[in-house]
Structure formats: structure tokens, C-alpha cells
């Protein structure tokens, strides 16, 4: 075996301690170069701005499921919002409308009392229930009869005036023909002329002066008084 010595390949190197404290020594130095010199700074800024790409790719799945999931996250709670939006909007109106028919039918409660406190006369307050059912008539049915001492005969007011005539009373209900109907009449007078006439109700909602003479001072736009 003599004269057969292992090639330089195979030759055996450095111990492996021998090495490991090399390179860690060599490390050393490195990181402690680097801290005070900063010579690897752009070698790292290069190295980030090659990886950019690849790390946008890899975040664009993760960024695309979260912002698909907030924006259909928004798209519930919106709904929801709106949808109590118009509840509240709901309600707000229902009591609004009642504010406004409770104001409505107290001031007309008030002038009902004002005008009976100017009529020193005993009066019944009643209320429409339905209008009768004769639809060539101007009647409708009142809530008070016998009972509460209404008479046929009587005169109907309200907080505007005249509105017509007990004309037939039942022991809890009364029948009002208004002045409109075409069988009632009611003597009136013209305010700027004193001229006196007879208002008859012509059926359809409107009223006549009639049987004027021709030269009777009556003008369009004149109140008419009973």
C-alpha cells in the first residue's frame, strides 16, 4: 500500500468544531460590522423591492376574501339599518298623523264650545254616524234621538252655521236632511243689501236664491245670513 496516498479531493479539512467557530466568529463580525457601517442596507432594499411582487401575490387571495367578507358584512348591516330606518320613519308618521287629527278635532271641539257659549239656547251636541241611504237625498244620521230630547223641527249647527233640519227621530237616532237637499229651504238675508229671500237646496250640494225679482240687488260675492 505504499506509494498510494488519497487523492487532494478526498483530503480530510478542518475539524467540524474548528469550522463551526469559524463561521460563528464570522458572523459576529458581520452583524457587527453591519450595525455600524449599514453596508448591508442596500443589499436588503434590493432584496425587498424583488420579493414586493411576490408578496402582493401571495397577499391578494387573503386581502380579496377579507374585503369580499366586510363588504357584504356591509351590505347586511345597511339593509338592517334601512329596514329599522323605515320602521322608526313608520311609526314617526302614524303618530304625527294622530297628533295632527287629535289638534284637528280639538280645535274644532273649541269653536263648537265657543259658538254654543254665543248661543244662550239649550243645545244637544251629536255626532254623524252614516249617511242614509237614499242617494237622491241630502240626509245623514245622527247619533242622538228621543232619548236625548231631539225633536223633528229642530234646527242642526255646527261651528260655521246652519246645517239643516231634524226631520224624522227615532228613540236613539235622529235623521238630519241638510240645507243642500232639494226639499229644504231656509229664509235668508243678503248682509249688504238687507234684501230678504228664501235658500232653497238644489240636490247636488249647491243652493239657489230663487224667485228674485229681476231688479233684486244681488251680486256675486255677497254673504248670505239666517
Not at 460590522?33 to 423591492?49: C, E, I, N, P, T
Not at 264650545?113 to 242614509?132: F, G, N
Not at 237625498?137 to 255646527?158: H, T
Not at 228613540?171 to 235668508?188: C, G, N, R, W, Y
Amino acid at each position: 500500500m505504499v506509494g498510494h496516498s488519497p487523492p487532494p479531493f478526498f483530503k480530510r479539512g478542518p475539524a467540524p468544531l474548528a469550522k463551526l467557530v469559524f463561521f460563528l466568529v464570522l458572523s459576529l463580525a458581520l452583524l457587527v460590522s453591519d450595525l455600524k457601517l449599514r453596508y448591508l442596507d442596500a443589499f436588503r432594499q434590493g432584496l425587498s423591492v424583488l420579493a414586493y411582487p411576490l408578496q402582493m401575490a401571495a397577499a391578494t387571495p387573503a386581502d380579496f376574501v377579507r374585503n369580499a367578507s366586510d363588504y357584504f358584512a356591509s351590505l347586511v348591516r345597511l339593509q338592517i339599518e334601512n329596514k329599522e330606518l323605515k320602521s322608526k320613519q313608520l311609526k314617526e308618521g302614524e303618530r304625527l298623523l294622530r297628533l295632527e287629527q287629535l289638534e284637528q278635532e280639538n280645535r274644532h271641539l273649541r269653536t263648537l264650545l265657543e259658538a254654543r257659549e254665543r248661543q244662550p239656547v239649550k243645545s244637544t251636541v251629536a255626532e254623524i254616524m252614516y249617511t242614509a241611504k237614499d242617494p237622491f237625498s241630502r240626509k245623514v244620521i245622527l247619533d242622538k234621538g228621543a232619548q236625548a230630547g231631539i225633536e223633528a223641527g229642530q234646527a242642526v249647527v255646527d261651528d260655521a252655521g246652519v246645517v239643516g233640519q231634524i226631520t224624522r227621530v227615532f228613540p236613539m237616532q235622529s235623521e238630519l236632511t241638510l240645507l243642500t237637499d232639494k226639499d229644504q229651504a231656509i229664509p235668508v238675508m243678503v248682509v249688504r243689501s238687507g234684501l230678504r229671500a228664501v235658500l232653497f237646496g238644489s240636490g247636488d250640494g249647491l243652493m239657489e236664491l230663487r224667485y228674485l225679482a229681476a231688479n233684486a240687488d244681488v251680486q256675486p260675492g255677497d254673504k248670505i245670513v239666517t
